[in-house]
Antibody, heavy 127, light 109 residues
């Protein structure tokens, strides 16, 4: 059974870079069938897709966060990571890593559903 | 402000049926598959419906999904107290981003 587990600091100072890692077990991130992504949820609020990475290394990011986000993968460790720079209090959230398929046509891929989800890790940005 | 619009809350009695709506536009729901998620208190979201109406293995047929034009609906029949949760719809948007609704809190009275 595929499982995803987030890890990283639970407290980050404002203006610094948030770094999280997702460790995948029960499956390989090198699979060509799926993408691997990050979704966050501020306390008491809704879901926001951050970005995703494909086994080839290609990435796609939420346009609203693109300038601050980097997602990378380490296939030897079966992990992928998130870096979010210049964080503010508005970035405080539970961060989930996810797996998802891509629906691709003419070079454009859409991501319509996410499963499974990691349990999530709360990252608080302090001033 | 979420791209997709859901009612903040719905409620119904045990055993009854409830529907949750999700409204979007031609740039998202109108041209892409819709998915639905259940988030029980203190847990991660769980996929309930994908590709508008399909249920993953293990999801009971009490849960159903449909889509028409730029709106989608999640239906839950035979309500149980264990169904009390937040429900989110999601899809892809032409702005090149996955988008979600603001969530609907289901209360089973």
């Amino acid at each position: 059974q595929l499982q995803l587990q987030e890890s990283g600091p639970g407290l980050v100072k404002a203006s610094e870079t948030l770094s999280l890692t997702c460790t995948v077990s029960g499956g390989s991130i090198s699979s060509s069938s799926y993408y691997w992504g990050w979704i966050r949820q501020p306390p008491g609020k809704g879901l926001e897709w951050i970005g995703s990475i494909y086994y080839s290394g290609s990435t796609s990011y939420n346009p609203s966060l693109k300038s601050r986000v980097t997602i990378s993968a380490d296939t030897s460790k079966n992990q992928f990571s998130l870096q979010l720079s210049s964080v503010t209090a508005a970035d405080t959230a539970v961060f989930h890593c996810v797996r998802h398929p891509g629906y691709c046509s003419k070079g454009i891929c859409s991501y319509n559903w996410f499963d499974p989800w990691g349990q999530g890790t709360l990252v608080t940005v302090s001033s | 402000q979420s791209v997709l619009t859901q009612p903040p809350s719905v409620s119904a009695a045990p055993g009854q049926k409830v529907t949750i709506s999700c409204s979007g536009s031609s740039s998202n729901i109108g041209s892409n598959y819709v998915s639905w998620y259940q988030q029980l208190p203190g847990t991660a979201p769980k996929l309930l419906i994908y590709e508008n109406e399909k249920r993953p293995s293990g999801i009971p047929d009490r849960f159903s999904g449909s889509k028409s034009g730029t709106s989608a609906t999640l239906g839950i029949t035979g309500l149980q107290t264990g169904d009390e949760a937040d429900y989110y719809c999601g899809t892809w948007d032409s702005s090149l981003s996955a988008v979600f609704g603001g969530g609907t809190k289901l209360t089973v009275l």
